[in-house]
């Protein structure tokens, strides 16, 4: 089993809807939980990191973490065609050290 | 501030050559990492680099290793290199616990 697992996709969502992208994670004592962004041929960007259970907002997007079911997401609200990249979920279960699932593709069809 | 910076953009080698790739962090943060992004693969860590010191090893042959210089800097050096090992490599630095800054990346292709 890895560490970290995503839907690979590609998940297409038209403009202006909401984009969920999922991630699941097998170490329980995970402790800390990240999104990147990441446009064809360009480096992993970092869009938002959560700690806690719960909900955290930054902007359109919204990081989702449930430690329970090892399960944490992304919403992308008011997708926007400049959304459409591969996003990584990442998982820090050492010390400076994250674990990365494979990406999910996203397309946003104006 | 400058971001991670990372060198040569691209690298072509032949088969069993060996490959030195570059990089400096942020101003201030004295960790370094190394990542392999092969197709279709998600990121694979190769090397932790704090303060001078080797700090944790991937899953990767012996033939890749590294060093970190007194300024934070860090190289990689992939010897004897196989096909397999066509990937970006990434470098990041961060502050503790607060997610990576990732530099733009070193394209190597073995042929």
């Known amino acids: 089993q890895k560490e970290v697992e995503q839907n690979s996709g590609p998940l297409s969502v038209p403009e202006g809807a909401i984009a969920s992208l999922n991630c699941t994670y097998s170490d329980r004592g995970s402790q800390s939980f990240f999104w990147y962004r990441q446009y064809s041929g360009k480096s992993p960007e970092l869009i938002m990191f959560?700690?806690?259970?719960g909900d955290k907002e930054d902007g359109r997007f919204t990081a989702q973490l449930n430690k329970a079911s090892q399960y944490v997401s992304l919403l992308i609200r008011d997708s926007q065609p400049s959304d459409s990249a591969t996003y990584l979920c990442a998982v820090n279960i050492r010390y400076d050290q994250f674990y990365f699932g494979t990406g999910t593709s996203l397309t946003v069809i104006p | 501030e400058a971001g991670v910076t990372q060198s040569p953009t691209h690298l072509i080698k032949t088969r069993g050559q060996q490959a030195t790739l570059r990089c400096s962090p942020i101003s201030g943060h004295t960790s370094v990492y190394w990542y392999q992004q092969a197709l279709g693969l998600g990121l694979q860590f190769l090397l932790w680099y704090d303060e001078g010191e080797e700090r944790n090893r991937g899953n990767f042959p012996p033939r890749f290793s590294g060093r970190q210089f007194p300024n934070y800097s860090s190289e990689l050096n992939v010897n004897a290199l196989e096909l397999e090992d066509s990937a970006l490599y990434l470098c990041?630095?961060?502050?503790?616990?607060?997610?990576?800054?990732f530099g733009s990346g070193t394209r190597l292709t073995v042929v």
């Open positions: 959560i700690y806690s259970n």
């Open positions: 990041a630095s961060s502050p503790t616990g607060e997610g990576y800054t």
